[in-house]
């Protein structure tokens, strides 16, 4: 029979009250074992994987925030937005370079050969 995440963490509380009240002097380790019938090996087994616990736990870290664990998936698509955004400026760039030459393309077709060269037409003064 699986036991429940809940009842995990109650027998785990239940056995750090135990080894505080061993720490502490307030009963023997002998005790603490029959209390939770357990041998005394074990009892110190589970003492031993406690205590590391706390040392471990109270370790400084490195400073700052954690960094928020990685997401591959999250990661390549956020690479596929970037390329999508470059390529959609690049396309918006040539339309705009279109629409410049087809203003001029439309510009110089109402004008004569003599002002498409640059010089002086007809209706100048």
């Not at 954690?66 to 040539?94: I, N, Y």
């Amino acid at each position: 029979m699986k036991r429940s995440r809940e009842q995990e963490d109650a027998q785990a509380r239940r056995r750090a009250e135990f080894i505080i009240q061993v720490q502490a002097g307030r009963l023997s380790a002998k005790a603490a074992a029959a209390m939770m019938g357990v041998s005394r090996k074990t009892y110190y087994k589970w003492e031993q994987r406690g205590l590391s616990g706390i040392v471990e736990g109270l370790k400084n870290g490195e400073p700052g925030r954690r960094q928020p664990p990685r997401d591959p998936r999250k990661e390549t698509l956020q690479r596929e937005v970037e390329q999508l955004r470059k390529k959609l400026e690049v396309q918006d760039q040539l339309q705009r370079i279109r629409e410049v030459l087809q203003e001029k393309v439309a510009g110089n077709a109402g004008k004569s050969a003599t002002e498409k060269k640059g010089g002086a037409s007809d209706h100048d003064p």
